[in-house]
């Protein structure tokens, strides 16, 4: 039997609700719990977010240095053009950053809250045809 049931990402933040609804439009999941300080979201997957209300919560200042990165999230996608525009319509925001090293695509963001976090496309690997 594993020590560890589950893994859940928590991100504190002045408005767990408002920022839940963020994460739950861009990873299409749904609502798993809920508490006056904490909202939980889950994906189809399994995938699990927690927001957690802090009043001091202050983003990570990423890419620039007068802040550590802290945490960040990172997910993998086909249409990086695609889901910027979702991103953005749902309060995200670009950040500028260096070109990201090696065979990935990537590109980071923040959530309306200013957590940052990537999206990134793996090249395919099966041959280019014609």
């Known amino acids: 039997m594993a020590l560890v049931n589950a893994g859940v990402l928590v991100l504190d933040c002045a408005e767990p609700e408002k920022l839940a609804v963020f994460y739950k439009e861009l990873l299409e999941g749904e609502e798993a719990d809920a508490t006056a300080n904490r909202v939980e979201i889950r994906t189809a997957d399994g995938f699990r977010i927690a927001l957690r209300r802090d009043v001091n919560a202050t983003p990570p200042s990423w890419p620039r240095p007068e802040n550590s990165l802290q945490a960040h999230l990172e997910f993998v996608v ?12 749902l309060g ?10 090696g065979p990935w695509e990537e590109r980071g963001y923040a959530d309306p809250a200013g957590h940052s976090f990537t999206l990134r496309r793996i090249p395919p690997t099966a041959p280019k045809q014609g």
């Open 92 to 101: 995200g925001r670009p950040l500028e950053a260096k070109d990201a090293s």
């Open 78 to 89: 086909d249409d990086l053009d695609a889901v910027e525009r979702r991103v953005v319509s």
